[in-house]
């Protein structure tokens, strides 16, 4: 079946930690997005890449970095730099740019 | 930035009502898309819309590319307990290759 996962489903860290939360799809698309959900919000996004070793900051990237070394993979690493990092982290991607996203599972992060 | 505004914010529905909900914008919009979200899950794409005027189906679902490509809106007809969640209506702007830009939500809710 093709689709995008993200693991784990939930994660807790404690303050000071870097942590990198996973992001796979095996539906060939090229383009990738990581976006944060708060409560009673909208999705923001955070880092996008369009190809292979190649990505772009999003809305809000400060505190996070990413990588793109596969075409079906796409991590993200919230840093000890980000001041509110606990919130609900959403992957996606797109054969297309501006159109059609297909969102993976989510991961919760809860940094205490 | 672009912004999407999305209302309402939230309603309450009772088994069997119609539901209507619409996204609008100050430019034109060359996509839109309608997502639906489970609590602790990720956005499933419900709808996608690339015409003006374009109006489309898929089971009770309905929604409509608006005329001047300014808005887009969806109805669910004969509402059930499972129609519950939080709807995303998200867009391409008109003249960009860009990214996609999400509304805030509707919350949908059962009356108590």
């Known amino acids: 079946d093709g689709g995008i996962t993200q693991s784990p489903k939930y994660l807790f860290r404690k303050e000071g930690q870097n942590v990198t939360l996973s992001c796979e799809q095996n539906l060939n698309h090229d383009a990738m997005y990581w976006y944060r959900q708060d409560p009673g919000q909208g999705l923001r996004l955070i880092y996008y890449?369009?190809?292979?070793?190649?990505?772009q900051k999003g809305d809000i990237a400060e505190g996070y970095s990413v990588s793109r070394e596969k075409k079906e993979s796409f991590p993200l690493t919230v840093t000890s730099a980000q001041k509110n990092p606990t919130a609900f982290y959403l992957c996606a991607s797109t054969a297309d740019r501006g159109h059609e996203q297909y969102f993976g599972p989510g991961t919760r992060l809860t940094v205490t | 930035g672009q912004q999407l505004n999305q209302s309402p914010q939230s309603m309450f529905i009772q088994e069997g009502e119609d539901v209507s909900m619409n996204c609008t914008s100050s430019?034109?919009?060359?996509?839109w898309l309608w997502y639906k979200q489970d609590p602790g899950e990720g956005p499933v794409l419900l709808i996608a819309l690339y015409k003006a005027g374009e109006l489309t189906s898929n089971g009770r679902l309905t929604a409509q590319f608006g005329i001047t490509r300014k808005d887009s809106f969806l109805n669910i007809s004969a509402s059930i307990p499972s129609d519950v969640g939080i709807y995303f209506c998200a867009g391409q702007p008109g003249g960009s290759q860009g990214n996609l830009i999400f509304g805030k939500g509707t919350k949908l809710s059962v009356k108590p």
């Open positions: 890449s369009q190809i292979v070793n190649d990505f």
């Open positions: 430019s034109i919009f060359n996509t």
